[in-house]
């Protein structure tokens, strides 16, 4: 059974930075690609970034520039490096995995409990 677990979640002033973690544990599939989503309180779970077998990666046009996705060599752990944060950013962030392109929920098999980030202006 897959397990993702982030951290790394936390409250700053915009313009600045946070790197969220992911380590997954469990099977894996290497057709899956792996990602971040977000929800902000009171919205949906919008897709944030994805991560695919070879390292390509894809971006909402709301973090195009200032998020970065990666993942270690080993692919146990999954990266997001968020800079020059704003106050729309703030929302409870989530890893997932499952079918690629990995920007809409029903590709998802398997979510993270989430973590939360707070950016004040």
């Known amino acids: 059974q897959v397990q993702l677990v982030e951290s790394g979640g936390g409250s700053v002033q915009a313009g600045g930075s946070l790197r969220l973690s992911c380590v997954h544990s469990?099977?894996?599939?290497?057709?899956?690609?792996t990602g971040w989503f977000r929800q902000a309180p009171g919205k949906e779970r919008d897709w944030v970034a994805t991560i695919d077998h070879r390292r390509r990666t894809t971006y909402a046009d709301s973090v195009k520039g200032r998020f970065t996705i990666s993942k270690d060599s080993d692919d146990s752990t999954l990266y997001l490096q968020m800079n020059n944060l704003k106050p729309d950013d703030t929302a409870t962030y989530y890893c997932a995995t499952g079918v690629c392109p990995l920007t809409v929920i029903p590709d998802i098999v398997a979510w993270g409990q989430g973590t939360e980030v707070t950016v004040s202006s």
């Open positions: 469990g099977p894996t599939d290497s057709r899956y690609c």
